[in-house]
């Protein structure tokens, strides 16, 4: 009742298989998702450049008072 058969170690070998073989579906999954959170990030980056270049052109308040 407890034991395995012969045919449980064949489906379970080829699930391992698929999963962790070279090449597989899932090791070229984990490729494409880990360069689509590359890409992402540096979205974000490339997001943030042109707010901090549009706060640096403004003229400082201060100036005006003096002048």
Do not use: Y
């Amino acid at each position: 009742m407890g034991g395995l058969s012969i045919w449980h170690w064949l489906i379970v070998l080829l699930i391992v298989a698929v999963v962790f073989g070279g090449r597989g579906k899932l090791s070229g999954l984990m490729g494409d998702a880990a360069k689509g959170i590359k890409a992402f990030k540096e979205g974000l980056k490339d997001d943030d450049k042109p707010a901090e270049k549009a706060d640096t052109a403004l003229p400082p308040a201060d100036k005006d008072k003096e002048s």
